[in-house]
């Protein structure tokens, strides 16, 4: 057990020290909130009731005040996704997962702890990310807004099915990437779906639901969004590909040969 602790510890501090970690958190955790706060000051200005008849340059009416500000994390989302495509490809080069071997011979307790590694980080950026975004948004807002520490119940959950919804889909990138030994098969499949043609495809065909993003859609669907919001149908949906990508990674990681220039 001390054994797989120090693995995952191990693994842990391996993605903490990354150059591609220190990029997704100055992205996430200082741009995401300065871009919260250009958001808030347009809303000031042009006021929270403000309607698309009002003001043509909307595409649609604002969000209720609980709900302000979780349209920002969508740029957010991108980040992780790729975040977890390289970390989950980067496991096979430059001898990393030689090293790691020598050091925790069960490919087993590895292919865990690196999960459990990346769920810890993706948890730790994703939270602090999408509290830090809203809170700065409704200081934005000043009187206009909720207590930029408190929030709101609401306020609150949506925080909760944000973060959740980042950290499946950093996972599923991370299967997949792990799963092809390359970070471009899991991005060439997300990405687009991040940029709307998730939605799209969920707005012009049934099964268009069931794709990840789309379904992580359903779980910070606010009152404006074209779709429903059903955090339930949404969680199964994406937990069941993060399932299927990470027992298909794990049975290949066990099963294959990962001598030679790995």
Not at 72 to 90: E, K, Q, R, Y
Not at 180 to 206: H, K, M, S, T
Not at 246 to 252: G, H, M, N, P, Q
Request: charged share 10%.
């Amino acid at each position: 057990m001390n054994n797989f602790s120090r693995t995952i510890r191990f693994e842990v501090a391996k993605i903490s020290s990354s150059r591609v970690w220190w990029i997704i958190c100055a992205l996430v955790i200082v741009a995401q909130p300065l871009l919260a706060l250009i958001v808030a000051k347009s809303y000031v200005q042009i006021g929270l009731d403000a309607t698309p008849e009002t003001h043509p340059e909307l595409a649609e009416a604002l969000d209720p005040l609980d709900y302000l500000g979780f349209e920002v994390p969508t740029s957010g989302l991108l980040a992780m996704v790729i975040f977890g495509g390289i970390i989950g490809a980067s496991e096979y080069k430059h001898h990393i997962l030689r090293t790691t071997l020598l050091c925790q011979s069960s490919r087993i307790k590895v292919s865990s702890a690196k999960v459990l590694a990346l769920l810890i980080c993706s948890a730790f950026i994703s939270f602090l990310s999408i509290y830090s975004t809203i809170s700065t948004m409704h200081f934005g807002l000043g009187e206009l807004g909720l207590h930029p520490f408190y929030l709101s119940t609401i306020a609150w959950q949506f925080i909760g099915f944000s973060a959740l919804n980042w950290i499946l889909l950093t996972t599923l990138s991370f299967g997949i990437g792990m799963l092809f030994r390359n970070a471009i098969v899991p991005l060439a499949f997300l990405v687009p779906q991040v940029y709307n043609l998730g939605e799209y495809l969920a707005q012009r065909w049934e099964w268009g639901e069931y794709l990840p993003v789309a379904a992580g859609n359903l779980l910070v669907a606010t009152p404006t969004a074209p779709y429903e919001h059903d955090p339930l149908k949404g969680g199964i949906v994406l937990l069941i590909w993060v399932t299927l990508a990470l027992i298909t990674s794990f049975y290949a990681f066990i099963r294959s040969d990962v001598g030679g220039k790995y």
